[in-house]
């Protein structure tokens, strides 16, 4: 949509006729996503709708393998962290005496005692892992055997509500 001015320069209107695509900051993206944003987030910070960004992963490569670069290295961080808390671990901790120099800074840190501790394996960790790790065979639903059950059993025990189904193998 343009427009002659009074002095015959063309006025083009920015509102309705630039149809031009806005540039997809790439490096941007994946320090978003690096940085934990969400979608929303991301989309937000680049003027665009949720949508609009999930069209760009969908529609444009370099954007979805740098989304996806992103978002890959905090999930290993936080899957090294929860392997270390499912198994346990030992740790250093130093105590250390502040030196001050009576107004309240701090002019040094000297270390007094190192104390070795061993933090303990985590029963939630463990069980996150294993039901990611091997669905099949660590699912947290319960099963009954109800083939050598009479009818009345397996009709009580539908009307029970324990269960969401009864199911004859």
Known sequence: MSSKSKKGRRIVNRFKGNSKPKPKPVNLIERAAKAGLTNEQ?????????????????????????????????????????????????????EEK??????????????????HKHVPASVKAIEIWLYNRDP????????????NMSLKDKTELAHSGLFSEVEED
């Open 42 to 94: 991301i989309a937000s910070i680049l003027g665009i709708t949720r949508d609009a960004f999930q069209k760009w992963l969908r529609s444009d490569q370099r954007v979805a393998r740098a989304h996806q670069r992103g978002r890959q290295e905090p999930n290993l961080k936080v899957e090294n962290s929860l392997f270390r808390r499912a198994l346990g671990y030992n740790v250093v901790e130093l």
């Open 98 to 115: 502040v030196v001050t120099n009576g107004g309240g800074k701090v002019l040094r840190k000297i270390p007094v005692m190192r104390r």
């Open 136 to 147: 099949d065979r660590w699912k947290r639903q319960a099963y009954l055997n109800v083939r």
